[in-house]
């Protein structure tokens, strides 16, 4: 996968498909008013492709810490689908 020009932070394919990509904005995306500015984001794109952001942060550290929160969320989700799916076959 590119490093999007070496701002990519993390980048995460699940067995599902599911893609978590965690990644420097290169310019403030707080565009609410005061504070830090946010300079990374986590997006999730679906095996469709479909893409939702998941998390915006103000430092280097949020964002590595919010890209282990994604995989851990979407992967439990994940899991559940499996099970659900296994469950009703029965």
């Known amino acids: 996968m590119a490093d999007y020009n070496g701002r990519c932070v993390e980048h995460t394919v699940l067995k599902s498909g599911h893609r978590i990509s ?8 707080n565009l609410m008013g ?3 500015p946010i300079l990374w984001n986590t997006i999730v794109t679906d095996r469709n492709g479909k893409e939702r952001i998941y998390g ?3 430092s280097l550290i949020q ?21 659900d ?4 076959g029965n």
């Open 22 to 29: 965690t990644a420097f904005l290169v310019f403030d995306h």
């Open 34 to 36: 005061p504070g830090d």
């Open 56 to 58: 915006k942060y103000r």
């Open 63 to 83: 964002a590595k810490i919010g890209h282990k929160a994604a995989v851990a969320v979407i992967g439990l989700l994940e899991r559940n689908e499996e099970k």
């Open 85 to 88: 799916g296994s469950e009703g």
